[in-house]
């Protein structure tokens, strides 16, 4: 079984059954709405396909491809389990286990503003492993925040196909892309549509709900000197300590367009004596 689910379809340019401001201030970090997106996908869901959830086998969640900094979809991915496996203990059922998709590269290219070609070529040259093993006869549900040109599930379902996957597959989106016709930069306009300068990420950054996603992460790195300045005299230290503990271990120190501000970062380190 290979099937899909989406909760809200995008059918205009201009016309949606969902929030592009919050769309916007989850995709910069904020969890409030990772929890809020997760408890309409999973009842959105769960009114569509209860029958897929009763089954025998385990169930895996996945969120989308990462490395080690988890991307906003992780966030989502996260909350969703936790209304998942509430309704698993009400039917008397296992929980359900938690599982990625493990990748070896980054890249800085902003990925709203591609085709799907370019999207496609763009991850074809990333490398991914996945456990076959530990999926075997499983009920695996992939879940991700939006699906625009669907080049994440295809190279998903490549994955699945080189490993030879023997398993049952579900992907679940907030939102689905339903008109080939509109651009897909599309993705950009909701991404960009509250947070649109260092200010505005300020301000989703000092709120109690704020967490570093790789998106966040990256538009950190690639400000300029001013603008990075900025954004570190308004925020706590244990946010940049927290950032540079995340840029190391995704490797983006090795990326000739973060070493700049990394630098910095590592200089206030040596300051403070860490």
């Not at 989406?6 to 401001?21: C, N, R, T």
């Not at 509250?194 to 400000?223: C, D, Q, W």
């Not at 983006?252 to 860490?274: A, D, P, R, S, V």
Request: aromatic fraction near 18%.
């Amino acid at each position: 079984m290979n099937t899909r689910y989406s909760l809200h379809k995008i059918h205009a340019a201009d016309e949606f059954s969902f929030s592009p401001a919050e769309y916007s201030y989850f995709k910069y970090g904020d969890k409030s709405y990772a929890e809020k997106f997760a408890q309409e996908l999973f009842d959105g869901f769960i009114e569509e396909n209860e029958a897929f959830l009763a089954t025998d086998k385990e169930i895996v969640i996945l969120p989308s491809p990462y490395m080690a900094i988890p991307t906003a979809s992780n966030f989502l991915c996260f909350y969703f389990k936790k209304k998942l496996d509430f309704y698993l203990f009400q039917k008397g059922k296992k929980s359900s286990i938690i599982s990625k998709i493990n990748r070896n590269h980054t890249y800085i290219t902003d990925y709203g503003n591609l085709n799907f070609e370019d999207r496609k070529n763009l991850i074809a040259n990333d490398t991914y492993y996945i456990d076959k093993d530990f999926l075997k006869g499983k009920l695996c549900i992939f879940i991700d925040d939006i699906k625009i040109t669907g080049s994440h599930e295809y190279t998903v379902n490549k994955i699945l196909d080189q490993y030879d996957v023997n398993a049952d597959f579900v992907f679940l989106y907030y939102a689905e892309l339903m008109n080939f016709d509109i651009d897909p930069t599309i993705e950009n306009y909701f991404n960009y549509y509250a947070v649109k300068n260092v200010e505005h990420v300020v301000e989703v950054m000092v709120k109690p709900s704020f967490e570093f996603n790789t998106r966040i992460v990256k538009y950190i790195l690639g400000l300029d000197s001013e603008k990075f300045e900025y954004l570190t005299s308004k925020v706590g230290k244990e946010h940049m300590d927290n950032l540079l503990e995340l840029s190391i271990s995704n490797n983006y120190h090795l990326i000739k367009e973060y070493e700049n501000n990394i630098n910095i970062l590592t200089q206030t380190e040596l300051y403070y004596g860490y």
